[in-house]
């Protein structure tokens, strides 16, 4: 007999045995099996889902390598556009060990810390891999920082080992000064820097000095500190251990990939350092952009051709609306899947993307530094538009529905209490692959997880009957009119489909008589023209008073960014500011 209810926006198949003295239960999302028998005891089973292998991040990483890459000894892992700078699948393990050797030579042990400031993508993974193959710890930072932020992040991680390239070298030095620190510098590049080990220098070695670390603890041990973009403020660093990690690379399995993958992701943080890794035991190859830049973009994918690309919606809402360079792409059938990450797709820009490329599959995927990919839209056999859902009179796109071994839930920003379907809270996640903590000087973390194991995200959404996730803003960048909450990106999805706008965003502008006005910055498409008062009534038509317009709208030459690629809200506000 087959018996389907839910829990806590879990889905479970009970299955039971014409005995009845075997059941077993199948949870969606978390995925676990429990066997009880008759008496409701719990019996012994297979290897569940949920369990993820407790065992060193390199040892997962490597178990059966050599076999696996047989066949495609020469094929490019990582290639770095525009430079060309390669590495192939045969040369990584060989050449991690020789800078594992390296490092180990140069005073390098078990738990330091490797920090990197670089460009550079391709070599810079096969130092993270040296790290890891003794036990060490990655950490990356922002390539445009001051010397203080990196001063402050070198103190607090003890970091003895500093990666630069010749962009970052000069301010790295100015970094050190403050510090008075004895360090050894590495650096990635065609020339050798002086005064830097390059890595010709490193690669160089034997191999003969690379022992593997003992007594790793898997669930305590840090594999790396993965700064978050800074969308909310100064970016802090997540702790993931050896564990957190496995579980991430093990679940990228569930997501659809395709064999090479055309990315600008920055390279210090989770989404680079989870696909490359995912990558690297599946065969597959990443291209990726150093330094994003527009007018070239369109060059990069048809010179190489990937079969998949992978982009933020705000950059999505500028590529959807590339007419003429999409009629192209769509003429050739270049690429078989478009990855979103990062945040949402608002539902005008996912259908453009759609109509326009209809043999591409559109998948999304909601994450962030602290819990990795937690959801992923579903990938059928033919490309299909994303679920979406219609909340306070505006459609929103699905983020999909929660990967194995994650739970989420809705809860009440007012009253702490957990929601139901279609009703709007924060969400919070619950999964072994969630990070540990945020780092704190001394080698401690801070962690917001309660004692149940749910993390709050900070992400404001609503799910719906059938498991899907629907993330709406950031909590924190929500705002009044009169009494009621405004989300900006909702304003921003109807100025979207403005056949004049290229992109628009956003804020809250003070105002005593109703708490806080709506002012939209807004790009225009190139060659086109359009009032602010025209765009106050294209908005008035279709949303409801509190989400109109009241503060007006600014036209800009461009959005700010911030150091992770996304809409830099803040800078947005202070913009709107300057020149309202």
Not at 38 to 44: E, F, H, P, R, V
Not at 201 to 208: F, P, R, T, V
Not at 358 to 370: D, K, S
Not at 520 to 531: F, H
């Amino acid at each position: 007999m087959l018996i389907i209810f839910c829990y806590q926006h879990a889905i479970y198949l009970m299955i039971e045995e014409k005995s009845c003295c075997e059941r077993k239960r199948y949870r969606i999302g978390l995925i676990s099996i429990i066997a009880l028998d008759c008496n409701g005891q719990k019996m012994q089973t297979d290897t569940k889902l949920e369990d993820i292998p407790e065992t060193p991040f390199m040892d997962f990483i490597f178990k059966d390598f050599d076999e696996k890459i047989e066949s495609f000894q020469d094929r490019p892992w990582i290639v770095d556009v525009p430079s060309g700078k390669t590495v192939t699948f045969g040369q990584v393990k060989n050449d991690a060990i020789k800078i594992a050797s390296s490092l180990a030579r140069r005073g390098f042990k078990q738990g330091d810390t490797l920090y990197f400031v670089t460009y550079e993508m391709a070599e810079l993974f096969l130092v993270k891999i040296g790290v890891w193959l003794l036990g060490g710890v990655v950490r990356g930072c922002y390539q445009g920082e001051i010397a203080d932020v990196y001063a402050k992040q070198i103190k607090e991680s003890s970091a003895k080992f500093i990666l630069v390239d010749s962009d970052t070298i000069n301010v790295i030095h100015t970094a050190l000064e403050f510090l008075h620190s004895d360090v050894c510098l590495i650096s990635l590049g065609k020339e050798p820097i002086p005064g830097t080990s390059h890595i010709s220098k490193l690669l160089a070695d034997d191999g003969s000095a690379f022992k593997k670390p003992k007594n790793i603890n898997v669930k305590e041990d840090i594999v790396a500190i993965l700064n978050t973009s800074g969308s909310t403020g100064y970016p802090k660093g997540v702790v993931h251990t050896h564990y957190s990690c496995v579980g991430f690379i093990t679940n990228l399995g569930f997501i659809r990939t395709e064999s090479t993958l055309l990315e600008f992701m920055i390279n210090y943080g989770v989404g680079v350092f989870g696909l490359a890794m995912y990558f690297l035991t599946t065969g597959k190859t990443i291209y990726h952009i150093n330094k994003f830049d527009r007018s070239q973009y369109f060059q990069q994918i048809f010179t190489y051709k990937p079969k998949s690309i992978l982009f933020y919606p705000f950059v999505a809402n500028w590529f959807a609306r590339c007419e003429n360079e999409l009629e192209v792409l769509g003429s050739r059938n270049i690429f078989n899947l478009i990855m979103i990450g990062g945040w949402v797709l608002d539902s005008k820009t996912a259908d453009k993307l759609h109509d326009t490329l209809p043999n591409t599959h559109i998948q999304q995927v909601y994450g962030m530094t602290e819990i990795h990919f937690a959801t992923c839209t579903k990938n059928g056999e033919k490309p299909e538009k994303l679920e979406r859902c219609v909340s306070e009179g505006q459609e929103f796109t699905s983020s999909g529905r929660f990967l194995p071994r994650y739970e989420g839930k809705i809860m009440d920003l007012s009253t702490g209490k957990e929601l139901g379907p279609l009703e709007v809270g924060e969400l919070y996640v619950r999964s072994p692959c969630i990070m540990r903590g945020y780092f704190k000087p001394g080698n401690q973390v801070d962690s917001p997880i309660d004692k149940d194991g749910w993390l709050p995200t900070g992400d404001l959404g609503f799910m719906d009957l059938k498991g899907n996730v629907y993330i709406k803003d950031r909590a924190i960048f929500t705002y009044k009119y009169m009494a009621v909450f405004v989300l900006p990106t909702e304003i921003e999805a109807a100025l979207q489909e403005h056949p004049d706008v290229q992109e628009a965003g956003v804020v809250g502008m003070p105002d005593p008589a109703t708490n806080s006005a709506s002012r939209a910055l807004v790009v225009l498409k190139p060659g086109r023209k359009c009032s602010a008062k025209e765009l106050c009534k294209f908005v008035a038509d279709r949303l409801p008073p509190h989400k109109q317009l009241h503060g007006g709208v600014q036209f800009v030459k461009r959005l700010p960014v911030n150091k992770g690629g996304k809409l830099d809200r803040k800078a947005l506000k202070d913009l709107a500011i300057s020149e309202g």
